[in-house]
């Protein structure tokens, strides 16, 4: 259920809101909180950490909009503001938008272009928590451990967080940039840097869009994993997202000729989850390991541009979803067997 805020000393305002809105409220899709002016809003923010939107006037008593906005800054909430006021003049729009303001809708509200808004202002919400909880999932706290994280943790905290391993049933994604080797050995670094970083920034979009989450960054190439209900054509779905978006990527902006592919190796099943490193360095990687990891990489070596590969008992789980041919077997390292595998069409 989104919670919402509203800050607006208008006393209809609050009648007409859920009035409008009543069908979401009784089905617990969106919970209203009221605030006659931008003092109170702020002792609600204050006491409502999980409050997503806040629709707020710029015209109140004690503290107006912009100021309310301000404050919201210095809270460092997640929660995203929309102006709601007569006051449409570009100045105040500017204003509040250097503020911080997500959006602004002009009163007499438009109660149809209103909920469109907060829908969309909800989704973007979503879209920040998903991040943060990505981020959390590649747990950087572990990848460093130096004295600067042991200041957030007591010694047994510390201990069982850092020993801290399990078992668990995921899928392995490995998708790596084709040819793009060739582009670090005759440009100049900062273009290949931000030209990767680009490319990245495309495949991590998709893994979070599907609720995966990136364990690494290997060169040019990226290291996803996927948990949950569904999660190997999740990965397939993000996979041929990447691959859709990756070529057809613009490079008119780009410095470098270059037409971007992706090769991709994808195996689902058990793999070991926990810190792996030097504790004696403090340096760990909290990673997966395991026959799983191992294939999905092979799999991605063995990928020409453009194709994405599954092991054949992956295929087994999904081929009645997605469009797949065989390829021929597959010679891996340190495997004595050729391997069976198959292309994802779509």
């Known amino acids: 259920m989104a919670k919402i805020l509203v800050a607006d000393d ?26 006659a002016n931008g ?30 906005l301000s404050k919201l800054n210095d809270l460092k909430l997640l929660t995203k503001a929309v102006i ?32 469109i808004t907060i ?48 078992t668990i049933e995921a899928t392995v994604v490995f998708i790596d940039i084709s040819g793009f080797t060739a582009i670090t050995e005759k440009e100049p670094a900062d273009v290949v840097v931000k ?12 893994i979070i869009a599907q609720d995966g989450y990136v364990d690494k960054f ?10 949950g209900n569904f999660h190997l054509d999740r990965a397939i779905d993000a996979s041929l997202a990447v691959r859709k978006n990756i070529e057809e990527s613009e490079q008119n902006s780009s410095p470098v000729s270059f037409h971007p592919m992706v090769s991709v190796g994808i195996d689902s099943g058990e793999m070991i989850s926990g810190n792996i490193g030097s504790a004696q360095l403090r340096r760990l990687d909290y990673t997966v390991i395991g026959d799983v990891v191992n294939t999905a990489q092979r799999l ?31 010679k891996m390292k340190n495997k004595s067997k050729s391997f069976m595998a198959y292309e994802v069409l779509d």
């Open 119 to 166: 829908q969309k202002t909800l989704e973007y919400v979503s879209q920040l928590h998903k991040t943060l909880d990505a981020i959390k999932e590649n747990n950087i706290l572990k990848l460093y451990v130096d004295k600067t994280v042991l200041n957030f943790m007591n010694g047994r905290e510390f201990e069982t967080q850092l020993m801290a391993n399990e």
């Open 300 to 330: 991605q070596d063995a990928a020409k541009p453009g194709q994405i590969l599954i092991s054949e008992q992956s295929w087994n789980k999904v081929k009645e979803s997605f469009n797949c041919k065989p390829v021929d077997h597959i």
């Open 84 to 115: 709601v006021s007569a006051y449409g003049d570009m100045e105040n729009i500017r204003i509040a938008m250097n503020r911080g303001a997500f959006d602004f809708v002009c009163k007499p509200v438009n109660f149809q272009d209103l909920g």
């Open 39 to 68: 003092n109170e809003a702020l002792k609600k923010l204050q006491q409502e950490n999980e409050i997503d939107v806040l629709l707020s006037d710029i015209n109140m008593p004690e503290m107006d909009g912009l100021t309310l």
């Open 218 to 227: 290997i060169g040019d190439a990226i290291l996803a994993v996927f948990k």
């Open 195 to 206: 030209l990767l970083n680009k490319y990245f920034d495309i495949m991590v979009k998709e």
């Open 10 to 35: 208008e006393a209809d305002l609050e009648a007409l809101i859920k009035q409008k809105f009543r069908k979401e409220i009784r089905e617990n899709t969106y919970e209203f909180i009221f605030a």
